[in-house]
């Protein structure tokens, strides 16, 4: 099995930034480096949407609410996917989810791992 374990989530003030961490804890075996891997955010009352992704190739991908002001990365010797929030707006509340896919976000989510939520609030 494959467990994400996500830090970095808080309160900060519109304008501001936060930085999100997700590091995988597995078998020695496991390569991050053959999963697309991925944030998503749900906020209460909405749908979950994918905010930002990266894919095998080192692609990536984001929401066009988040263009230009999210930035997603990994390190795959550590295991690690970060997410960078600048111009943070109060629309970015949410609980944001770590994720991985091994099927490289080209379809369902069926079979992805997912961290446990880190919420992410930001005031006016």
């Known amino acids: 099995q494959v467990q994400l374990v996500e830090s970095g989530g808080g309160l900060v003030q519109a304008g501001g930034s936060l930085g999100l961490s997700c590091v995988a804890s597995t078998v020695s075996r496991f390569l991050l480096s053959l999963y697309g891997m991925g944030w998503y955010r749900q906020a209460p009352g909405k749908q979950r949407e994918l905010v930002a992704s990266?894919?095998?190739?080192?692609?990536?991908n984001y929401a066009e609410s988040v263009k230009g002001r999210f930035s997603i990365s990994r390190d795959n010797a550590k295991k690690t996917v970060y997410l960078q929030m600048n111009s943070l707006k109060p629309e970015d509340t949410a609980v944001y989810y770590c994720?991985?896919?091994?099927?490289?976000?080209?379809?369902?989510?069926?079979?992805?791992?997912w961290g446990q939520g880190t919420q992410v609030t930001v005031s006016s």
């Open positions: 994720n991985a896919d091994p099927k490289d976000y080209s379809g369902s989510d069926y079979g992805n791992y």
């Open positions: 990266t894919r095998r190739s080192g692609s990536t």
